[in-house]
């Protein structure tokens, strides 16, 4: 495993942690809802990224990658679906179970000249789908007055992210061995 690839993996790690530690701030002011978008959206797209990264790590060991990725998905949607109520739960579980198992089979059948790019796609689309999940956040609890919610500052951190996304070296080895 690449260091650039960690660092991926230690993002996503974050980021999630950071977003179910705002839904337990605001699950109070959450709607039931909202609550269960968020849990469904969060669960699906780590499991959908961490599958990719698993499925590619093990390539050749579906059922191993499938697992894993499986259980990261649901342990993170039934997590950020707690706070809010038995529904989101039930739809942060499931969704997260869903997205792992996709995320692997992705993984498994990527050719080995894409894993890369593919791994870096995902992880603009495992971004993304973080801020719109913020931005929900954000609008449910009408906390406007943070410099962090601001649309211009979003997009230019984003945009940063990016550019230094696409500087990092390699996500993953590459092997000679057929």
Request: hydrophobic share 60%.
């Amino acid at each position: 495993m690449t260091m650039p690839l960690m660092i991926v993996i230690v993002t996503v790690i974050i980021l999630s942690a950071f977003v179910i530690g705002i839904t337990m701030i605001y699950r109070n002011r959450i709607a039931s809802m909202t609550g269960m978008m968020i849990a469904m959206a969060l669960g699906m797209i780590v499991g959908l990224t961490i599958g990719v990264i698993v499925g590619i790590l093990l390539m050749g060991n579906l059922v191993y990658s499938t697992v894993i990725s499986m259980l990261v998905g649901i342990v993170v949607g039934c997590l950020v679906g707690i706070p809010v109520s038995l529904l989101a739960v039930l739809d942060g579980t499931l969704s997260g179970m869903m997205g792992g198992m996709m995320g692997a089979m992705l993984g498994e059948m990527i050719m080995q000249d894409y894993q890369g790019p593919f791994i870096r796609v995902m992880f603009m689309i495992f971004l993304m789908t973080m801020i719109l999940i913020l931005w929900v956040i954000r609008q449910t609890s009408e906390e406007s007055k943070k410099l962090w919610n601001h649309p211009l500052i979003l997009l230019i951190a984003f945009a940063l992210v990016i550019i230094g996304f696409n500087k990092i070296g390699p996500l993953v080895a590459v092997s000679n061995t057929p």
